[in-house]
């Protein structure tokens, strides 16, 4: 399947039938994500020879990411943007057909398997805000890219209710019907990519081999440094203070179900304001709303470090995933006007690997920086590096 098609000049957003065929795909698809973010951690409850190994496979998945997205990066430069999502399609289809095994057979090792599968298809759909960038005019870019994160607004409702009505699908073996519904989700979301077409650059393939030399002199380029640097302690710092909040509550004091209800609205603030992020950055450019989302982050952790009440923990992690989508949106735009057609695929998967990267240490730290140190010192933790990359956004100056 392949995408190398002639297609008509880009158009705006709103008009524009492959960016719709993007948008559907990409909402239906990462139905997924906020169902293994519940799945991980309880699967590996049950299936682990310690209770201390419950979190390994939500951290395969992140590593199999980190490991994945410069691959999957190449592999769309060669082949095209349909194929690669396609490959990443597959790979959740199989990743929740081991994950259902896995607790059929009551086998852990499967069931890192399935993680490790799973986490390499939740990489590869990170690259629909670029596709969507990719199908429109360069005016819309910021648009296309805002709109496309907004399917994660609505995984956030969808997914969990998934996995609700199908945990027990197949009881008695728990959790295996949620696995099973990842597969069927995958399916669905498979089929608006067959009416879209998005730009192949195949031909300048070759080129975009870059040596670490050539590759090396294009990421020291000021707004390709910047999106970088940006991108990666917006992420970095998200999952930081993200991942061990429940930890950190339930350590407070606090019930399992205030946590969640804690997490489920940070999850919101990080994708609602995608409806009118674009439209921003339109008016404003790239470097003000990065500036914004840094600064942003930057109060998260303030609030997060003056206190432990309910309204402290609200606040902090509302104002992080606002913080977030101003910043990584601002990231991707600034990254997606920086780099040529030939340069694209080895930079953009150059980028998405950095900043899985950020995000892997991150999540493997902060558990244990929280238990060391606690909760509050972590959130002070993070306000050097956002400092740092907030200073240099600001000298780097509006990129050209």
Request: proline fraction near 6%.
């Amino acid at each position: 399947m392949s995408d190398s098609s002639p297609i008509d000049p880009p158009v705006p957003a709103p008009s524009n039938a492959n960016f719709v065929g993007l948008l559907a795909a990409n909402t239906i698809l990462t139905a997924a994500m906020p169902m293994l973010i519940i799945l991980g951690g309880l699967a590996g409850l049950l299936l682990a020879p310690s209770p201390t190994l419950a979190t390994l496979p939500p951290s395969v998945q992140t590593f199999a990411g980190l490991v994945a997205t410069g691959p999957l990066s190449l592999l769309m430069g060669r082949y095209g943007r349909r194929v690669g999502f396609v490959v990443g399609g597959t790979l959740a289809i199989a990743g929740g057909t081991t994950g259902a095994l896995a607790l059929a057979w009551s086998n852990f090792a499967l069931l890192l398997a399935a993680h490790a599968a799973l986490g390499a298809a939740l990489a590869c759909y990170l690259y629909f805000r670029f596709a969507a960038a990719e199908v429109v005019s360069e005016s819309w870019q910021p648009v296309a890219i805002s709109l496309v994160l907004t399917s994660g607004l609505i995984a956030a409702f969808v997914g969990p209710q998934v996995f609700i009505w199908t945990k027990d699908l197949f009881a008695p073996i728990p959790l295996a019907g949620a696995y099973a519904a990842i597969c069927a989700i995958t399916l669905v979301g498979l089929l608006p990519l067959a009416f879209v077409r998005v730009p192949c650059v195949t031909v300048q393939v070759s080129r975009s081999r870059l040596d670490r030399a050539a590759l090396l002199a294009i990421l020291r380029r000021g707004p390709v440094l910047t999106a970088v640097i940006a991108g990666a302690v917006s992420q970095g710092i998200m999952v930081l203070l993200m991942a061990p909040t429940p930890l950190a509550m339930t350590g407070a004091g606090y019930s399992e179900a205030l946590a969640g209800d804690v997490v489920r609205w940070h999850v919101v603030a990080m994708f609602a304001p995608s409806f009118f992020t674009g439209f921003v950055i339109k008016r404003f450019g790239t470097v003000p709303v990065v500036v914004t989302g840094l600064a942003l982050l930057v109060a998260s952790a303030l609030v997060a470090a003056s206190g432990v009440s309910s309204h402290h923990f609200y606040g902090a992690l509302i104002v992080l995933g606002i913080g977030w989508n101003f910043g990584f949106i601002g990231a991707t735009t600034m990254l997606a006007s920086a780099v040529s057609a030939d340069e694209r695929a080895v930079v953009q998967g150059t980028n998405d690997t950095l900043i899985a990267l950020a995000a892997t240490i991150c999540v493997f730290a902060s558990g244990a920086i929280v238990v060391e140190y606690g909760w509050t010192n972590l959130a002070l933790a993070s306000l050097p590096v956002l400092a740092v990359a907030l200073l240099w956004v600001l000298m780097s100056g509006r990129p050209s």
